[in-house]
């Protein structure tokens, strides 16, 4: 194991009506006039913008609203966030919604105390100062209710670029499972695959005697196969939704990958994805993250074979350990698309004649990117290629 610090500051505040509490925990964390930043609508339609505005207002705090963040939230409401926040004295962030939200609220807060322009920490600047910003989650997916990144979406020429700091931790989170039981099916499944795909993105890696948080993410990958299905065929399942939000959030706090090397080359490859085609993260990953595993399967066969009995219950062929890591690979493509999720670029709506263009986008030049395989521009066009055309 690797040494490491792990710190994970954010209050999380679990249970049915809990949001009711919002205002009593700005206050405790500090917040005097607060943003409330929130989605398309869903938020609004639920009633849960009402229940956040009366909390705050019995806790005596005055707010201003900004709604309208679009799923892979861009540069542009960012800095009509950011205007809004100066001219209101605004001291605290609440975003009510999901990862899009949250991250969208974390980009705010970074711009507010910052002189040039916010998206200098999206192109690799250290972020130094942001305001505090607190959530209130409707979806299971993303993790940005206790991690410390964002992922913002430039509107010229559609990058996706991510920043992370400590300082964007939120101060606390409400999550309350019943609120993602107006989830559309679609949206669920792409949640669970981004909670998968965290967990594997931590998991592929070449630290060894790390038997703690291989079995950290084996638990939190057993709980998605368990339960997605569950929520799937009965969005009302209270419990099932329980589960797989506290998933989310146990997948990417990083308590599953503290002392080990870790990859992320999948995500990286995703959000080229998401950035030009507008497509859910979740999705993008679906396609992306077996293509992945099938191209570097090789480089630690027994890994994947572990993942494969553990995760996916298969049998061990010991004369063939690359048939079970393969037959590992089959069984989570099998499972995502028994859930809903696109399979390949078809199915995703990408195109393969714009795999130069990803590859370009992806930006490594002539040199290698990568935790547990390095990855050349070569292998990256053919981690696309590979997706482009996968079946079952
Ligand atoms: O906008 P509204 O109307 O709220 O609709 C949203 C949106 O259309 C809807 N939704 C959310 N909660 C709902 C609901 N609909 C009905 N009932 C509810 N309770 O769901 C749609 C998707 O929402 P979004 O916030 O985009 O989903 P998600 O949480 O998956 O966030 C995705 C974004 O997070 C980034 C992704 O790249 C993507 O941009 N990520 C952020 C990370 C981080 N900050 O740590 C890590 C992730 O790897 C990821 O990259
Ligand atoms: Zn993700």
New binding site residues.
Partial sequence: MLNFNFYSPTEFVFGKGRAAEAGHFVKKYGGTKVLIHF?????VR?GLIDTVKKSLGEAGIPCCELGG?K???RDTLVYKGIELCRAEGVDFILAV???????SSKAIAIGVPYDGDFWDMYSGKPVEKALPVATVL??A????EG?G???ITKEDGMLKRGTGSDLLRPRFSIMDPS??Q???AY?TA??AT?IMA?VFERYFTNTTEVEITDRLCEAVLLTMVKETPRVIADPDNYEARANIMWAGTVA?TNLCGVGREQDWNS?GLE?EL?GLYDV???AGLAVIMPAWMEYVHDHNVMRFCQMATRVFGCQMNFEDPEATALEGIHRFRVFLKSIGMPINFDELGAKEEDIPTLVEKFGIGDGTTGGFMKLNKDDITKIYKLAAHASL
């Fill in positions: 989605g398309g609508g869903s938020a639920s963040v799923p892979n939230p919604g999901g990862g899009s939200v949250i991250d409707t979806i997916a993303a993790g940005s991690s990144d964002s992922v609120l993602t107006t989830l559309p949206q792409c949640g981004d965290h990417h995500h959000h998401s859910a993260h979740g």
